[in-house]
């Protein structure tokens, strides 16, 4: 079965750090760009970050930038996502995406998402 | 950054009915990068429509998209049960790719 499964999230202070992951099955894994996207009750999506499939390009969102990093492994068909300086911002669900093949950065294939709350 | 801004917040319908959600841009989106997602309680988004209009793999035919510039449409011919359910229109003309607020399709 096609599909991606994050997992990672919970509950964190603020300032602290959390580390997410999303492991894919189902197709060839390396052949494709992944992004994070993140979603607050009543505000929609919010695009978080991407990676491309050898890692040589990483992209963020400003409102991530420098706090968040994200990283992939082929082998283990698997991207992460380590947050750092975490605020309650920073709450939401947040999703892995596949980029479509085309090279456009619209997303073909979503995860069920993983709760992150950061709160004291 | 291009914000997207849906219309209606919520729209109630009847199945059978037919539905029309509005996505503006504050910027033009060239070429017609734009995209719709459906996502139901529970669920990741699901890709409908890319490039304006060309239907994703597996998505009915009563879905179709429109639009050009500033305005676009995600029309839903004859309303089925499965079909209600929260869109989302997204741009990727230019970054930070963004998203609509999203649309809700409510059974009348």
């Known amino acids: 079965e096609v599909q991606l499964v994050e997992s990672g999230g919970g509950l964190v202070q603020p300032g602290r750090s959390l580390t997410l992951s999303c492991t894919a099955s189902?197709?060839?894994?390396?052949?494709?760009?992944m992004h994070w996207v993140r979603q607050v009750p009543g505000k929609g999506l919010e695009w978080v970050s991407g990676?491309?499939?050898?890692?040589?390009?990483?992209t963020y969102a400003d409102s991530v930038e420098g706090r968040f990093t994200i990283s992939r492994d082929n082998s283990k068909n698997s991207i992460y996502l380590q947050m750092n300086s975490l605020t309650a911002e920073d709450t939401a669900l947040y999703f892995c995406?596949?980029?479509?093949?085309?090279?456009?950065?619209?997303?073909?294939?979503w995860g069920q998402g993983t709760q992150v709350t950061v709160s004291s | 950054e291009n914000v997207l801004t849906q219309s209606p917040g919520t729209l109630s319908l009847s199945p059978g009915e037919r539905a029309t959600l509005s996505c503006r841009a504050s910027?033009?989106?060239?070429?017609?990068?734009l995209a719709w997602y459906q996502q139901k309680p529970g669920q990741g988004p699901r890709l409908l429509i890319y490039?304006?209009?060309n239907r994703a793999t597996g998505i009915p035919d009563r879905f179709s998209g429109g639009g050009s510039g500033t305005d676009f449409t995600l029309t839903i011919s004859r309303l089925e049960p499965e079909d209600f359910a929260v869109y989302y229109c997204q741009q990727y003309d230019n970054p930070p790719w963004t998203f609509g607020q999203g649309t809700k399709v409510e059974i009348k």
């Open positions: 995406a596949r980029r479509h093949t085309t090279g456009f950065f619209y997303f073909d294939l």
């Open positions: 910027q033009s989106v060239s070429a017609g990068y």
């Open positions: 990676i491309s499939w050898n890692s040589n390009s990483l």
């Open positions: 189902g197709f060839s894994f390396d052949y494709y760009a």
């Open positions: 490039g304006t209009s």
